[in-house]
């Protein structure tokens, strides 16, 4: 060590076992809740006295049994109102016996309209959490029952929700080896899936395709779209549409996005004594990160980083990722007993599997986690992708100013462009939403009065922002 307060930090570290690590792998489908800021509610023990089995549609699409695969995958309950959508698992990984659960709904206003594949973080967060906590057609309320959203992105857009990785919600794999170890395994099998998904609803080809994420799905979004430019360019494959993607509060380097001394002590969550007051203050925990990160050290950085977020939490009492937060009650997770009920899982076609808002697959991971995307993000940008990326302002995970910084540094052939452009307001039918920044094919957007989570504070404008960028010409 270089630095006398890292080697101070290790020993620290060591005496509190934050870097131990266990030689058996844990149970990818449990979640310990050591880390409370990354964890909400577990999924609960389940009736296994659940008439039908999970739908497994892999075989008949192989078949060219789209018609019977389509109609085997419609979900029919009196609770969803009569909105018409379509659930089961994708196959894909037939040695490990790895299935990926999706949910679709196909738009209200058009079946021309763009297609959104939605992608949670985490990583190990479900994507039904974006369903029911952010944008789709329903809301849980506290009695475990449904009721329709006001604003819900499916009135203009056809989009499918996936739980991913394997392992997180509904998808799962018959044997540890099935899990993903990096970003490439990910992509594989997200590959896998939307390539059956399109092959099962052959109409939406054509349509434009958006990839969307939050948070940890940053990474997840911007390695997606760049092997779905690189499949599209191979000759003899299918072809997806792809017209853009967009981040939420998102992480794409992590090394360069993560200053949470400075963003802490900007809105009174550290003071001066917390900063460098002490020998394992918030300063030296998060210097020592940035340095693991950098040496390639990436499963020691991931357990620092663990500490530095209960450090965090210690020093000002929150281990909410958003402002808006104060409260647990405040977390909008109704929907995992909702899902975990009997007769839902019957009509969601996943038999007995029980459901996990966030699962661990995250400690698979630990050596992909701090990597970062750089390099796939200017390939995007320099093929013409539309890019955005929209901030909350009140986030404490992924906040503006360190993914505006972030953005001004990439360097791409139009990026003066972007650096130089004004920013401006912006308005949603006379109320100021927030501030944006354009320059080139890509879109940096600043939303009032919203944490991690936008969509969920503020969903009258994040569907003005998310519709208008899927269709613009």
Not at 145 to 157: G, P, Q, T, Y
Not at 205 to 224: H, P, Q, R, W
Not at 309 to 330: C, G, I, W
Not at 396 to 425: C, H, Q, V
Request: include cysteine; aromatic fraction near 14%; charge should be negative.
């Amino acid at each position: 060590m270089k630095n006398l307060s890292f080697c101070i930090l290790f020993i620290i570290l060591l005496q509190s076992n934050v870097f131990g690590v266990s030689s058996e792998d844990a149970d990818p489908r449990q979640q310990d809740c050591e880390y409370p800021m990354a964890c909400f509610e577990q999924g609960k023990v389940i009736d296994t006295d659940v008439k039908g089995s999970p739908l497994f549609l892999t075989s008949m699409i192989e078949k060219n049994q789209i018609n019977e695969a389509r109609a085997a995958a419609e979900v029919t309950h009196d609770d969803f109102h009569g909105l018409k959508s379509y659930s089961g698992f994708l196959t894909v990984d037939k040695r490990y016996g790895s299935h990926m659960f999706f949910w679709y709904y196909p738009a209200l206003i058009s079946p021309k309209a763009p297609v959104i594949l939605w992608l949670h973080g985490g990583p190990g967060d479900s994507g039904l959490f974006g369903l029911f906590a952010e944008h789709g057609p329903y809301i849980v309320d506290d009695d475990s029952r449904l009721r329709i959203r006001n604003v819900s992105w499916n009135l203009h857009h056809n989009i499918l929700y996936i739980d991913n990785p394997v392992g997180s919600g509904f998808s799962f794999t018959n044997h540890e080896s099935g899990l993903s170890r990096n970003l490439e395994n990910v992509v594989f099998n997200l590959y896998e899936a939307l390539s059956q998904f399109f092959k099962l609803f052959p109409q939406l080809e054509n349509n434009k395709f958006y990839i969307c994420g939050e948070s940890y799905a940053g990474k997840f979004v911007t390695a997606l779209a760049h092997s779905i430019k690189l499949q599209n360019d191979r000759e003899g494959g299918m072809t997806i549409n792809l017209k853009g993607i967009a981040v939420g509060n998102g992480l794409v380097n992590p090394l360069k996005q993560l200053n949470y001394q400075r963003d802490d002590y900007t809105v009174g969550f550290l003071d001066a004594t917390n900063i460098y007051g002490k020998k394992e203050s918030f300063k030296n925990i998060e210097d020592f990160v940035h340095y693991l990160i950098r040496e390639g050290n990436h499963e020691v950085a991931y357990a620092a980083f663990k500490h530095l977020m209960e450090s965090r939490n210690k020093y000002h009492q929150s281990p909410f990722p958003s402002l808006m937060t104060v409260s647990a009650t405040d977390f909008k997770h109704n929907f995992i007993d909702f899902l975990n009920r009997p007769e839902i899982r019957r009509a969601l076609h996943v038999g007995d599997l029980e459901f996990y808002g966030k699962s661990n697959v995250d400690k698979h991971m630990d050596q992909d986690l701090f990597k970062s995307e750089d390099e796939h993000l200017v390939n995007l940008l320099e093929d013409d992708v539309r890019v955005l990326f929209y901030n909350g302002a009140l986030d404490k995970i992924a906040s503006y100013n360190a993914t505006n910084e972030y953005l001004m540094g990439l360097n791409w052939s139009r990026a003066d462009e972007f650096r130089r452009s004004p920013r401006k307001e912006w308005r949603v039918a006379g109320e100021l939403a927030g501030y944006t920044k354009e320059g080139g094919n890509l879109k940096h957007v600043l939303v009032l009065n919203a944490g991690q989570h936008v969509p969920d504070d503020q969903p009258f404008w994040m569907w003005d922002l998310i519709t208008a960028f899927t269709y613009a010409n």
